[in-house]
Each structure stands twice: as C-alpha cells, then as structure tokens.
C-alpha cells in the first residue's frame, strides 16, 4: 500500500504549500536530492510531519555549521542556529521526530541532552569547592574552586520535551530560566550571549553555542505567553493541529508498516551526516583559507613503548583541523567574524530577493484584522527576518554552493511564510475563542444578578424586566466592586446594544429604569 506523504503544513487552512512543493525539496540539483532523501528517512520514524522534518534538517545543519558561520548585518552579526518550539498534540509524532533527529546528532557527533527540571546550576554551571590532594592522592587541608560547567555551556542540542513547563513560571520556578534561555539564543560572539551567576566561591562566565529543541501538546493560556512575553518571539514558532482524520489516516499507515522492511533507496543515518559533514567542511576549508592556515608539522621528542621520553626528536604533521582544535573559543569566535566575507558572497539578486520577503511578511501582517493580533505579529517580524537569512545560508551549505543567490532566498521564504500565514490564522482563532470566552463570562455576570431579582413583565414586549438601581447593585456586590464601575460597566453594555433600558411608571408614583438583555433575561 503506497501513501503519498503530502500531508498540508497545517490543517486549519487549504491555502498552504504541500512539502513537496518547495523549491528545497523539489529541485533538480544534489542538495534537493540530499533533502528529499532526508524527509524520506524522517518519514519512515514520524508519519507526516514533513515541515518537522524541515526544521529538524535546519536544526541539525545550524548547529553543525554554527562554529564557523557567522552573517554580517551592517555592524552586527547573527549566527546559523535554529531554534524550534513546536505546538502540537499529544500522541502525533513529536517525541519520536526528536529520537531521528538525535540519532542524526549522534552520527554528527554532536552532543545532546536532556531538560525537563533541575536548578539554575545545572543550566548554566556552578563553582565546586574540592579539597587539594599530595601526592600520595591524600588531602593536603587545603581547597581549590572547581568551576563546573552548566548545560547551557559550549556547543551543544537540548531537547525540553513537554516545554509548556517553562511557561509555568510560578510552579516550577522557571522565571529565571526563561531568561537563561533567550539569552543562550542570543547571537555567538555578543556580550548578552555569555550567562553570568555571581556565587560566594566566585562567578560563572558561560558562553553559550546551544541550540534548542522544544516540543509541546497546545498549553492552557498559550495566547497570554505569546502575546505579553518574548520568548516565543525568539524562538521559531511552529504550531500545527492535527485533525481527526490525518491521525486515522496515520494510524492506518503505522499500523500497515508493521513487519514491512525500511526500502533499501531509503538513505540511512550515516548516510544523511556523511552529506551534511561534506557540505559543512566545504564551510570550514573556505574558513581556513581565508585564516591562511596550512598544514604543518610540529617536532615532538620520542616516547618508548613504556611512555618514557628516549631523547630522540620526531616530526609529525599537524592537520588544519588540529590546528583548529588547538584555538581557544574566543580565538575560534573572533576567525568567524572576521572572515565572515570571505566564507560567503551574494549573488546581485540576493538583496531585492530579501527585501521582496520583506515585503510578503509584512503584507500577511497588514492584512490582520485585529489590532492586538497585527501588534502581535508584528512583533515576531525581526526573528522571522533573521531566519530568512539563516536559512537561506543553510540552503546554500547544503547546495555546496559559497554564493547565496536569490533562489535560496526564495526557497528559505516560502518555508517561513507558510508557517508565519498559519501561525496569524491560529493566533486569530486564539483570539476569538478568548473574546468569546470572555463575553460568555461577562454576560454569565450579569444574569447571575439579573437571576436574582424579582421580575416584571412589560406587556408592551413581553419581556422580563429587573429594576437599573437594584441590578447595578446586587452586581457590584457579587463582583467586589465599586457602584461607579458596575455603572462604567452597565454603560458600555447599553451602548453596545446589549442591555436594554425602558422606564416605567407615573408622574405622582415616580419614573423607573427596567432592565433586559439582548441574549436572555
């Protein structure tokens, strides 16, 4: 049984590009090739999930390239990592998406861990007080400060599996990590980059070259964190729901793999980090190049077969990436910016290819109807910008190319676009839900008051009626607030239609405001 994997970006819309329409995928060149085969070998571990299996590929690709790529933006530098928080339900593929992608990190030889609680020192590193031992290995009374690193040091992939508990500041404490976070997402080689915590035994400096991978089912209050805090701003923001019918038509495709072999045309693990290795050396030998490094040799005295200097000289050779190895970080840092010209020019179209994604950004933005949602959107633009220059570099590594062209700029803004469309028309359906919540609930206020008055009955309408002054009272009441809010309160809903005003009564008995609502009452 053949299934087509073409499964849409997200299921809230019909308007979206199927994965096999980007041009990164559909190109008749070796790194589309290399791309296909790579979604291919994703597929086989998470069932549809293609645009995963994108972001998984740039995921890996930016760390991979991230010691020695760096983009130059007038005076100021941004560097090639991804990171990804990706919103979807349970159950739907995201856990075993991680299990391929850390297998790929493992054959990369990148390292990789796991966060799901612990303190501020496992992030970002402590300092160890040990006692100093003699010779003999016995201790000498005296003590030396050990600075132990944190996850957050070094290059490195971090997985946060069920990341809505980072949202969860109060319960869990995270305030602070969240802050820890954004600031190892900060740009390589900036100063907000380096996380510092001041202890009695001294301060911990790190520098941080992680990328991020986080996954969770739709948190509660999602819309709160997304539109009043930062974080998701500074991460690529990947929602996706998966209706009823693609999880049966996924359970049908599982349960149909069952004892049916992997096809032999499949590119394995190896295989995938053997392309991705080349194209990246292609990166390091243009580096090197331009450092003038060349291979060396270094005279090093002879050891026996026991370990004991023999007092002969030898000469070995010294590799470039020896060479490169034997470089302190800052040294590494500082050979990536400088040489960040001279790894990749652009082609004369790259500008008016960029500024025209630009363009198709903020026309999604315009087109927003709600104010908070447009100020929202908004606010995700920049990030959204800077994946398009990352991306498209991470194109152009993987087409083995040194000249960004607009063609890789158009590949990368496809992918983004897509995904910033789907993400404006989730936040609006957030929204509303929210606003309708929110009236039900002011309207459930105000019957709750209405509900315990006595009623009249005006016979001109046949509605049922309940007396201003005692409603807006009784309402105060049951709210905790003061008479001049209810009455702010009864104002806006009278002129908005919803509350209904009629006076009663008589000259000699005295006029009355009777009250009833358009929805009931």
């Known amino acids: 049984m053949e299934i087509e994997m073409n499964a849409g ?74 990171h990804t928080y ?15 992608t850390d297998r790929l990190l493992e054959q990369l030889d990148i390292s990789s861990d796991t966060f799901t609680a612990g303190s501020d020192a496992r992030l970002i590193g402590t300092i160890d007080r040990q006692p100093v031992l003699d010779d003999n290995g016995r201790p000498t009374g005296e003590t030396q400060e050990i600075v132990v690193e944190g996850l957050l040091n070094g290059y490195k992939t971090i997985l946060f599996d069920e990341a809505s508990i980072l949202l969860n500041d109060g319960k869990s404490h995270f305030s602070d990590k969240i802050l820890y976070l954004q600031q190892a997402m900060a740009p390589l080689g900036s100063r907000t980059n380096v996380l510092v915590k001041h202890l009695v035994g001294g301060s911990v400096r790190t520098p941080s070259g992680v990328s ?27 929602q996706n729901d998966v209706s009823l019918e693609q999880r049966q038509t996924t359970s049908e495709h599982r349960m149909s793999g069952a004892y049916r072999r992997v096809a032999n045309q499949i590119m394995d693990y190896e295989t995938l980090a053997d392309y991705m290795t080349e194209c990246v050396d292609l990166v390091k030998e243009r580096l090197w190049n331009a450092m ?18 023999t007092g002969q000289i030898v000469t070995v050779p ?19 910016m400088n040489h960040a010209y001279d790894i990749f020019t652009v082609s004369p179209g790259y500008e008016a290819a960029v500024l025209n994604a630009v363009d198709d950004y903020y026309a999604l933005v315009h087109g927003v109807a709600s104010e908070t949602i447009k100020e929202t959107a908004m606010t995700f633009v920049p990030n959204i910008e800077n994946y398009t220059l990352i991306f498209s570099n991470l194109i152009a590594i993987t087409m083995k190319s040194s000249v960004i062209t607009e063609e890789h700029v158009m590949m990368a803004s496809e992918i983004i676009y897509d995904n910033m469309h789907n993400l404006i028309i989730w936040l609006e359906q957030k929204q509303n ?24 009955v005006d016979e001109k309408d046949g509605k049922e009626k309940v007396k201003q002054t005692e409603l807006l009272a009784i309402y105060a009441a049951q709210q905790c607030i003061a008479n ?13 239609g919803q509350a209904i005003v009629t006076r009663s009564g008589s000259e000699n008995g005295g006029w009355r405001n009777y009250v009833s609502f358009t929805w009931g009452g």
């Open 433 to 456: 839900f929210k606003d309708k919540k929110r009236l039900a609930g002011e309207r459930a206020s105000w019957m709750q008051a209405f509900n315990q008055l006595p009623k009249f």
């Open 212 to 238: 991020l991978w986080m996954t969770t089912f739709p948190p509660k209050d999602i819309m709160d964190h997304v539109l009043d805090k930062g974080f998701f701003q500074r991460v690529f923001l990947f």
């Open 86 to 100: 990706w919103i979807q339900q349970s159950r739907t593929g995201k856990s075993i998406a991680w299990e391929f």
């Open 9 to 82: 970006l997200n299921s809230i819309t019909n308007t979206t590009r199927k994965w096999s329409d980007y041009q990164i995928v559909s190109g008749k060149n070796e790194g589309s090739t290399f791309i296909r085969g790579y979604i291919e070998r994703f597929n086989t571990v998470s069932f549809f999930n293609e645009y995963a299996g994108l972001l998984s590929y740039f995921f890996a690709m930016g760390q991979l390239a991230a010691p020695f790529v760096r983009i130059p933006i007038h005076g100021t530098y941004i560097d090639c990592r991804v």
């Open 484 to 496: 001049i809010t209810a009455q702010r309160r009864f104002k806006a809903l009278r002129g908005g």
């Open 318 to 336: 010294v590799s470039r990436q020896t060479q490169w190895d034997n470089l302190t970080a800052g040294q590494k840092e500082d050979a990536a």
């Open 292 to 309: 003038d490094m060349v291979e060396g040799e270094e005279e090093l005295r002879e050891r026996d077969e026991e370990g004991q200097l």
